[in-house]
């Protein structure tokens, strides 16, 4: 195990949403595969307008009542994710604040932390899609946004490459994923030059174009297939837009 992740925990948020629950189920299973602690976080902020739920101040406190539901939804995460990974021992805890800050927060003592793509929306919604793209833009340490199938075992592990900082970051964790899993990398190198003048296309030699961007994209992976031997790897490179 990489020195820098040891004892660092997988962390997944919840909300109550099936989306959070399939990060849960996600982080349960990378978790026991990394022998990581997992910790499963939900987040109640202290100061919650009135408005928002129409508070008169007769009745139940409404932070009371949402402190309530975010450990009924925990102890629901917990048997998902015992269920993923049977043997593993969750931890839980409810965070006082807003998501965004705090899992930013839990990020910077993780070794990956985990998110569902959507969440239930309005003040009781935890993890909704801007928390995701916050978290992917903010977060310390790996993001992964938990969506698509479940059952995608064996597939291989698709990483973009685009040659900036952020890019071989990404390769270092794509790496160490399809290592973890025994599974095949894809490495995917998608070019097109939207600074191009339309005039000056008929006259360019994609071939060598295309050639130039293999050899760019060889040169990126060869330090990594060093490091990791025993994941094999494929190359794609396409004139193309990324996304």
């Known amino acids: 195990m990489n020195d820098q992740r040891a004892g660092r925990p997988v962390v997944a948020g919840v909300d109550g949403s099936d989306s959070a629950l399939r990060a849960v189920r996600w982080a349960a299973r990378e978790a026991a595969r990394r022998r990581a ?3 499963l976080v939900a ?11 129409a508070y008169s ?12 539901q975010a450990r009924a939804q925990l102890a629901h995460a917990v048997q998902a994710a015992v269920e993923a990974a049977p043997g593993s021992a969750p931890t839980q805890d409810v965070v006082d604040g807003y998501p965004i800050p705090r899992l930013v927060e839990e990020s910077r003592s993780a070794q990956l932390i985990a998110v569902g793509n959507r969440g239930l929306g309005g003040v009781t ?11 992917a833009a903010q977060g310390a340490c790996p993001v992964v946004v938990a969506r698509g199938r479940a059952d995608a075992a064996g597939g291989p592990v698709i990483i973009g490459v685009d040659g900036s900082r952020v890019s071989e970051a990404a390769l270092a964790f794509a790496f160490d994923a399809a290592a973890l899993r025994g599974a095949p990398l894809l490495a995917v190198h998608v070019w097109w030059d939207l600074l191009l003048e339309p005039v000056t296309l008929p006259s360019l030699d994609w071939d060598a174009i295309a050639e130039r961007e293999r050899a760019g994209l060889a040169e990126r992976l060869a330090g990594w297939g060093e490091k ?6 494929e190359r794609l490179v396409a004139r193309d837009h990324p996304a």
Do not use: E, K, M, W
Not at 43 to 53: E, L, N, T
Not at 228 to 233: D, E, G, R, T
């Open 57 to 68: 101040g007769a009745g139940p406190d409404p932070r009371q009542v949402l402190l309530r």
């Open 125 to 135: 919604g935890l993890l909704v899609g801007s928390v995701a793209f916050a978290l």
């Open 228 to 233: 990791y031997p025993h994941v094999a790897v």
């Open 37 to 39: 602690p997992l910790r």
């Open 43 to 53: 987040a109640v902020p202290s100061a919650i307008p009135a408005h928002q739920f």
